[in-house]
Every structure is written in structure tokens, then in C-alpha cells.
């Protein structure tokens, strides 16, 4: 089953935030558990997954510095974890993928903070992001 550019991005996100629990190493293997574990996930978006992961990998230091610039006074250490990996996310498709406009760049981000952090993470993340813009 083809999955929607929103599952996706979440999709991204739940891997990305398993790397502040990983080694980049150990994240291979839970990706590929992670696809074990829906077959219905198609080939293409699977590939794709793991390509834009690898890629926010590589740039992991650049992006973090980055989101420590913007963030005045916050080091990325008391940044929550999913809030963490919400802003990687984001800030590597508004810096490096020009397939993805910053402001559906900042929308997707926000919208996974609703769901998945505190009730004042959207409105932070908004404002680091546009910080970007």
C-alpha cells in the first residue's frame, strides 16, 4: 500500500527520534525491524525512507548546529526528544530538499508536535522554524 507523504514524514520522524536511544549503527537494525513488521509498506517508500534518513544522517553535526543557532540560550541537550527530532527533520528539508516548500516544511512539523509532544512544542517549533524561513 502506498503511503501518504504525511505517514511518510511520520515515518521519518518515529526513526529519527530512535537515535537519541541508538547508535546510528544500531538505527539500521531497528529500520529494517521496523519494516519487518509491515510488509504492506511498498518497496519505493521503504527505499525512500531509508535514503532521506541516511541523508539527515550524514548531515546530522550541520543541521544540529543549525538548530542550536537559532535556538538563543537553549542547548540541544534540554530540547525534548521528539521536539529534537522534529526540528531535524524539518530543518533538513528546508535546507537540503528543494522538493519540500519551508512552509509545508514547517506545517508537517508542527502538526507532529501536536501529536506527538507537549501542548506548547507547536508553537515553539513554529517559531524555531520561521526563524529559518
Known amino acids: 500500500m502506498k503511503m501518504s507523504r504525511r505517514k511518510v514524514r511520520e515515518t521519518i520522524f518515529l526513526l ?23 510488509p ?6 521503504q527505499l525512500y525512507i531509508e535514503t532521506k534518513i541516511g541523508s ?6 550541520e543541521i544540529d548546529d543549525k538548530i542550536h543557532s537559532i535556538c538563543e540560550g537553549w542547548r540541544l541537550e534540554r530540547l525534548g526528544k521528539p521536539e529534537l527530532a522534529i526540528l531535524r527533520l524539518a530543518v533538513y528539508e528546508i535546507t537540503n530538499d528543494a522538493n519540500i516548500p519551508t512552509g509545508v516544511a514547517i506545517n508537517e512539523a508542527v502538526e507532529l508536535a501536536k501529536i506527538y509532544c507537549s501542548e506548547e512544542a507547536p508553537r515553539f517549533i513554529n517559531g524555531v522554524l520561521a526563524k529559518l524561513a
Not at 504492506?40 to 517508500?45: C, G, T, Y
Request: glycine share 0%; net charge negative; charged share 45%.
Open 16 to 38: 529519527l527520534f530512535r537515535i537519541e536511544f541508538n547508535t546510528q549503527e544500531e538505527l539500521q537494525e531497528q529500520m529494517k525491524w521496523y519494516f519487518e513488521e509491515r
Open 40 to 45: 504492506d509498506v511498498e518497496a519505493k517508500d
Open 56 to 61: 539527515i544522517l550524514k548531515r546530522l553535526p
